[in-house]
């Protein structure tokens, strides 16, 4: 893994820096666009007075199924650190599915046949058609799959989404759903929703910023403690009529007839965590499998088949057994800098955190070198983020530039969580101030690493920020009986930002010829800015030499 010193490229005096503004995209209209809509003067005179362009970030760009899909940290981060574009998950379980592979494989196998013993088959995760974490028709494949194999009982527990899909859409998902399932039970296969609850309440916490919203999950869906309900539907308009909150934020439901829950998991049942993408599948992963637990109290742990719908973690192995191989991501640039001597540093705080590490070194949380790879982890706040939408922004910064100032570090990177998880909570007011509080942060970074003789990267993995209305199929604004704009959660579908800030004559100017970049030529990028020439296969730098 030797890299060519390059002969075009002389190596950045000082360090090379790519800042990822999160859900930071560039929207092409005015109106719901909390980027625009904040005075970011710093970012502005950045943009306006470097080299920029703008790279493509969703879709087929990023390894998605199709053009529609928007993109997200998983993809956006391997994409930055792979320099390559890959299959990822969501288009990888579509395939095996289609394809049939799913079903031969012995993880499907093992789930079958202890089901077929006699124990229940449950399926647990996220429950819409986000295409982020999960799908809901690959829960479906599954469940017909698994009648088709004399599976005779299946219960569902569902994570309520309204932040990759619409904000208030669970409706959308469970009433159909509710049909479908009516379609499917028969005397010989016995089918039910058992527990849920929204997915920032239970069950998908990430990078261990708040492990009692697993203990939570694991209460509702294993235990089967929690209020009880007669349907996910009234569970959700209860919630609904008692207190103002989005999908994402419903408390827990368990499912029950005559006050017994319909599922609880118990020794002899097989589970199957049906989200192929790993930040947010780990920790409830860990609980159903690791022997000497410690986060929180289990209780006794049942022994189940546990499979997870792609393998989550390449160093961890977990979980051991796991439905779909995920993508094979090799030869990161954090492997070929770490094997090449390179110094390198990574820092954001809990929330973003795995996105600069796990993510971006192809889902794998170990390093590479231990010498040579510093990683920093400042703890997210564990609030809603509308209130405190500035997150952790100031303090990454200080610490940030004291690395850029030691010296001792050629390539850092650095995600600021912001555009996103502000983006996410839907709130306008809060996205605005998130930007005012990321842009006086770059005002504080940017002259450092000039100061350093450094080159900075200023991009982004995928939009949210920059769209916080919903649209309607036209593109019109929707708005609620009163009036009131309908608040977007999700990501966007627009490019991001590139912008590459650097000292007078830097002996390169960004390349012309390629309309279709995107965030996987970044690699290569910083690899000739290091003084490199990127290995062959990686897609083209976004530079070329003056
Ligand atoms: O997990 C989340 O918070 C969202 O589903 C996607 O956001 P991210 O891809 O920016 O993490
Ligand atoms: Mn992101
Ligand atoms: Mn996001």
Redesign the pocket.
Known sequence: MKLAKSSRFPACPGPVVTIVL??VGISPREDGDAVKAARTPNLDRYMASYPMTKLLAHGTAVGMPSDEDMG??EVGHNAFGAGRVFAQGAKLVAESISSGHLWQGHAWHEVVATAKQGGTLHFLGLFSDGNVHSHIDHLKAMIEQAKQEGVAKVRLHILLDGRDVGETSALDYVDPFEAYLNGLRSPEFDVAIASGGGRMQITMDRYEADWSMVKRGWDIHVLGLGRQFASAHEAIETFRSEANVIDQDLPGFVIAKDGKPLGTIVDGDAVVFFNFRGDRAIEISRAFTEAQFSPFERGPLPKVTYAGMMQYDGDTKLPPRFLVEPPTIDRTLGEYLAKNGITQYAISETQKFGHVTYFWNGNRSGKFDEALETYVEIPSDVVPFEQRPWMKCAEITDTLIAAVRSGKYRYLRVNYANG?MVG?TGNFEAAVTAMQGLDLQLARLIPVILEMNGTAIITADHG?ADEMYELDKKGNVTRNAEGRTKAKTS?TLNPVPFVLVSGENPGFKLRQDLPKAGLSNVAATILNLLGFDAPEDYDPSLIEAN
Do not use: I, L, T
Request: aromatic fraction near 0%; glycine fraction near 12%.
């Open positions: 999160d859900g997200n940290s996103d996410h949210n990501h």
